[in-house]
């Protein structure tokens, strides 16, 4: 996430800037439109006073996301007429509505979305790293392995990425399970996850955890590793005067910041 700062200049004077929020709800009008000439109908959805139709790609692409058909209408006017667009033009269509749902209802809706999604995502890249790692195995027995070097040689395996999520659990409101969901559910497959917890113990942790749904089976899985304390000094020492929860990626190339804005 970027933090955005508007500066508004006049001549040799600065204006003050106005807080605003430029969407209180995103509600979808659906409405029936029937074809006379060939008796087909169809769906036409209005988001904001603005119309969208789908397209036959865009409705294949909501079921595939596991989306309904005014999701994905709400989605397409998302990322078309609000800054979040602009942002992150590539943001998962779960992530980017769940950005804007209003609601903790309508928040887990879409984390909950999101993790089915990423769950049956590292359920078939395992399958097929178990099947490569047979492969391997079975034909290319006796030959010389590259030796890793930097960041991957000091994690688990087929991992070249350090990403590091810090959490104030007393502190941690809706908007940081939500920051801390997307987190989780954003990180690739080569990365490894480590999340540091400040007034917490481990139970409270790994219930916290639970409650975002990550289960013990997800966490064998993104291999995710807890260090949770009632007074985790790490938590403020690298945060770096921003704000909590963010995370750290790191790797041989990088090492990136990201605080909840």
Not at 40 to 56: G, N, R
Not at 147 to 154: F, I, L, Y
Not at 183 to 188: E, F, R
Request: charged share 25%.
């Amino acid at each position: 996430m970027n933090t955005r700062l508007i500066l508004a200049l006049t001549l040799g004077a600065i204006t003050p800037v106005v807080n605003a929020t430029y969407l209180s709800s995103l509600k979808v009008e659906k409405t029936q439109v029937i074809n006379p000439e060939v008796g087909q109908s169809a769906f036409k959805y209005l988001v904001d006073d603005i119309e969208i139709e789908l397209t036959d790609k865009d409705r294949r692409l909501a079921k595939n996301w596991n989306l309904t058909q005014e999701d994905w209408a709400k989605y397409l006017y998302i990322m078309e007429y609000t800054p979040r667009g602009l942002w992150t033009p590539d943001l998962d269509p779960p992530i980017a509505l769940g950005n804007y749902a209003k609601t903790e209802e309508e928040r887990l809706y879409y984390v909950t979305i999101m993790n089915g999604l990423e769950e049956d995502r590292r359920k078939r890249e395992l399958a097929l790293e178990g099947t490569s790692i047979r492969y391997i195995k079975s034909n290319l027995a006796g030959q010389t392995q590259p030796t890793k070097t930097g960041m991957a040689a000091k994690l688990t395996e087929n991992r070249d990425t350090l990403r590091s999520v810090f959490v104030d659990l007393r502190n941690c409101d809706s908007d940081c399970k939500m920051f801390v969901t997307m987190a989780i559910a954003t990180s690739p497959s080569s990365t490894k996850l480590d999340i540091h917890f400040t007034n917490a113990g481990t139970s409270e942790a790994n219930r916290f955890l639970k409650d975002i749904g990550i289960t013990e089976e997800r966490k064998a899985a993104k291999a995710i590793s807890v260090n949770a304390a009632p007074i985790n000094a790490a938590v403020l020492r690298f945060a770096n005067g921003g704000k909590v929860p963010y995370y750290i990626i790191k790797n041989d190339e990088i090492e990136k910041r990201v605080h909840i804005q």
